[in-house]
């Protein structure tokens, strides 16, 4: 007997939980070292003592009639949840389990338990609920819609947030249980199968390892609403504890406008190459792109032999007004920014040396001081140029010929002609009525 309660005893005095006895009325007869360490008080300053006695007011009242039905009905004590104060006046949170005692009539005359320390357990509890509640608030209240899924290879879904509606259709209820594949287009189960697959496989690493392995990735996929058709996702997941986190986004609207916008650049390219007229970009006062149609009609072999040049440097080296083409092509260059587009005729050079005129139409895309650009269309007017000379020439003849000639009716006649044709060249319409 000796042996088995000095045993006794030195279990009771290294254990870590306060082990203690009580008689009928609640007031401490034993208590174990330990709740030195627990609530800062020595055991012989606790015996005498009751737990309503080191709880706050609002608990002692709680757990003195809890205490009173335990002892009336004879029943155990099982993981009571408690308030105590510490010596400090810290609040200690205790979990309590005791059994009765009974003298020999069976009528219980006291209670043998045990306390254990579960504040830090209740602080992590309470940290949780206040995360998960700012978690569900955020799932709650964003326009991305936020799922969680089983880490397995079916991926199906634990939770998923109400903005799920107004994106699929679906009420939350309704996918909750159902795999992710249930749900994505045939081809992109391709791409969402492997990324499941890797997303277990760092799992079983963090396991074996015992390091965390997070992984973040972003996925697009299609997937078919309630109604039947097909939206484009982009999907951003991410490992979170035992389940997969994926936060998606419907980008439908998105991809649309990169659709139009890859046509209109295609459409744009199209146009770009295929035009008769020389199109050019000017980047900060240089050439660095252009169309056939501006090799062809420079006569270079291509473009890379007159590109990143200034535009004075593919003209001859003074325009027809006298001015250095230097200094004018800064010039309109300058007034194009200023107005956004400007329209010129212009002297240009080709490969051979061959001067030739163009119309300009310089239109300003970027006004940027660092980044200017701007759309350039060069039209060869040669003809229209060559026209307008003749033009000249066959009016000062038929003012020659108006007043002098014997046969001036005939010659003035087929002047008219040449005139007429002339000003259909240039685009207008016959001027003189010709008389035959």
């Known amino acids: 007997m000796k042996k088995r309660e000095t045993k006794f005893r030195e279990l009771v005095e290294v254990s870590s939980d306060w082990i203690w006895e009580v008689n009928k ?10 709740v030195e360490a627990l609530l800062g008080y020595k055991p012989e300053e606790v015996v005498g003592k009751t737990p309503f006695d080191l709880m706050p007011p609002e608990e002692a009242v709680r757990i003195k009639k809890f205490f009173n039905e335990t002892t009336k009905n004879g029943e155990p004590i099982v993981a009571l949840e408690n308030v105590v104060l510490h010596k400090d006046g810290r609040r200690i949170v205790l979990e309590t389990s005791g059994v009765p005692v009974f003298d020999k009539i069976v009528k219980v005359i006291g209670f043998r338990g045990v306390d254990h320390d579960i504040t830090n357990r209740k602080q992590a509890e309470e940290s949780l609920r206040k995360s998960e509640g700012q978690f569900r608030l955020i799932a709650e209240n964003t326009s991305d819609v936020i799922t969680l899924q089983t880490f397995d290879l079916k ?21 909750l249980g159902r795999s992710t594949f249930e749900f994505i287009h045939p081809d992109d189960k391709k791409k969402l199968y492997p990324l499941l697959k890797q997303y277990v496989n760092l799992k079983i690493k963090k396991v074996l390892t015992g390091k965390k392995l997070p992984l973040k990735t972003a996925i697009e996929l299609r997937f078919k609403n309630k109604s039947g058709n097909w939206r484009n996702i982009q999907c ?34 199209d146009l770009f190459e295929k035009s008769e007229d020389a ?6 006062g240089k050439f660095v792109d252009c169309n056939q149609s501006t090799v062809n009609m420079l006569r270079y072999n291509k473009k890379d032999e007159f590109l990143n040049t200034h535009p004075s440097e593919l003209s001859p080296e003074k325009q027809a007004d006298g001015k250095s083409s230097f200094t004018k092509a800064n010039e309109m260059m300058k007034t194009a920014f200023k107005n956004g587009s400007h329209r010129f005729e212009w002297d240009h050079k080709r490969a051979d040396g061959e001067v030739f005129p163009v119309e300009v139409l310089l239109t300003a895309i970027s006004t940027d001081e660092k980044d200017q650009i701007l759309h350039t269309v060069w039209r060869d007017i040669t003809d229209r140029k060559q026209a307008e000379e003749d033009m000249k020439i066959k009016m000062n003849e038929l003012e020659i010929f108006n007043d002098a000639a014997v046969d001036r009716e005939l010659i003035i006649n087929e002047l008219r002609k040449e005139i ?17």
Do not use: C, W
């Open 279 to 284: 199109i050019l970009i000017i980047h900060n």
């Open 25 to 34: 009325e609640g007031v401490y007869t034993y208590s174990s070292p330990r």
């Open 236 to 269: 951003n997941g991410n490992i979170v504890g035992n389940q997969i986190l994926f936060v998606t986004r419907d980008i439908t609207e998105q991809k649309q406008a990169e659709n139009l916008l890859m046509k209109s650049e295609k459409k744009y390219k």
């Open 155 to 175: 991926a199906s879904y634990t939770y998923v947030s109400p903005s799920v509606k107004a994106v699929s259709g679906y009420e939350p209820e309704e996918m």
């Open 420 to 436: 007429n044709v002339l000003l259909e060249k240039l685009g207008g319409k016959p001027k003189y009525e010709i008389v035959e």
